[in-house]
């Protein structure tokens, strides 16, 4: 289990460094990253924001920890139309909103054995995708939230770390 940063942290913003060669240390990283995932429970999360800088992302959709893709170095290949979905952060917790996304992603990454794939999805693994991507440049989905409401939910998440300090 890994430690999350949580937003305001000022290294959640960080740009992650691409990876290029799969060892042994990414794999262990993104087991890692995956078991601290399920534990939290999440659906997605980025290396980032286990404070490791690299171009890491894991991704389970499932209900039952049956559909795991890890995407190193991911890129966009193409991005196909517009759609609005209900999304939280692992970094952001208990802060739930609608972002505007693309409603179709192609993506091509490195899998763990260091092979080079090919990915399209929409829906909740599309939004994750983009939102996990977001992560690696630094960005957060709250970042597309007016400012009234990010200066909200960055008091919220303050308050909230007093009570539970
Ligand atoms: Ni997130």
């Given at each position: 289990m890994l430690p999350i940063l949580r937003y305001p942290?000022?290294?959640?913003?960080k740009k992650a460094a691409k990876v290029t060669v799969v060892d042994e240390s990414i794999r262990k990283l993104a087991a890692d990253m995956a078991e601290t995932m399920y534990a939290a429970p999440g659906i997605g999360l980025a290396a980032t924001q286990v404070?490791?800088?690299?171009q890491v992302i894991v991704i389970d959709v499932s209900e039952d920890k049956s559909g795991l893709v890890t995407f190193i170095d991911p890129e966009i290949v193409e991005l196909f139309g517009e759609c609005e979905g209900e999304e939280g952060c692992l970094s952001v917790p208990g802060i739930y909103d609608r972002v505007t996304r693309a409603q179709r992603v192609k993506v091509r990454a490195l899998g763990v054995d260091g092979q080079s794939f090919e990915l399209e999805a929409e829906g909740l693994l599309g939004a994750c995708i983009q939102h996990e991507m977001d992560h690696l440049q630094g960005?957060?989905?709250?970042?597309?939230?007016?400012r009234l409401k990010q200066d909200r939910i960055k008091s919220r998440l303050a308050k909230k770390a007093r009570i539970t300090a």
């Open positions: 942290d000022p290294r959640l913003h404070d490791v800088h690299k960005k957060l989905f709250v970042e597309y939230l007016s």
